[in-house]
């Protein structure tokens, strides 16, 4: 499981999004954690799209200012992969909910604090 990932114009996410067949790329950005907002690629009648997305399942509008956040009841950016299909909260979601997510590369970020 990860929790922060990477975008880049490195040349794997280029050609990614060549054989996706969509002519734009993803904004190149660092350290995009759970509740942040980052592009993904669907598919709907119209076809493969670049949309931008929070990265959560289950969102909520922030209290204190603009903006969503992940509920924080739940930790919903990730899940085990043996458990997507059979788990209450995830099975609805992996069975008709897909993206494609454009990443360079996922890890697991630590406070130094």
Known sequence: MCGRMNVSDSPF????????GIPV?????????????????IEDHDGRQLHEAIWSLLIEPKKDKPGYRPNPKWHT????????DSSPLWASAFK??????PASCFFEWKDFR
């Open 77 to 84: 950016f990730n899940s085990k992969s043996t458990r997507l």
């Open 13 to 20: 996410v280029i050609e990614l999004m060549k054989i996706l």
């Open 96 to 101: 008709s909910h897909r993206a494609i997510i």
């Open 25 to 41: 790329y993803p904004r190149v950005r660092s350290n995009i954690g759970p509740g942040s907002s980052t592009d993904i690629v």
